[in-house]
């Protein structure tokens, strides 16, 4: 059974920077495709923002890129998105997915 555990979103002004970790039990780490999504308020649509695949091949949206960096760490079974210069438009739930799994979803909030 695959488990992914969110955490580390929040509130921020925009310029801030935020990272969100995602704990994963259940595959094989090291060699996981995984992903970060987001979706946005009223949007039924969940948003790819960045990927890894097969452990090793990052990618990321071209509305991301430049700004957001997936990482791992392969000890903790973690992966983890750091989010620099947000802009109110990144407000939304950011998940965390792996192998047809979603967590739960963390909040990220860019106002003020």
């Known amino acids: 059974q695959v488990d992914l555990v969110e955490s580390g979103g929040g509130s921020v002004q925009p310029g801030g920077s935020l990272r969100l970790s995602c704990a994963a039990s259940g595959i094989t780490f090291s060699l996981a495709t995984m992903g970060w999504y987001r979706q946005a308020p009223g949007n039924r649509r969940c948003e790819l923002v960045a990927s890894i695949k097969s452990g090793t091949n990052i990618t990321y949206s071209d509305s991301v890129a430049g700004r957001f960096t997936l990482s791992k760490d392969n000890a903790k079974n973690t992966v983890y998105l750091q989010m620099n210069d947000l802009k109110p438009e990144h407000t939304a739930v950011y998940y965390c997915?792996?192998?047809?799994?979603w967590g739960q979803g963390t909040q990220v909030t860019v106002s003020g």
């Open positions: 997915h792996a192998y047809a799994s």
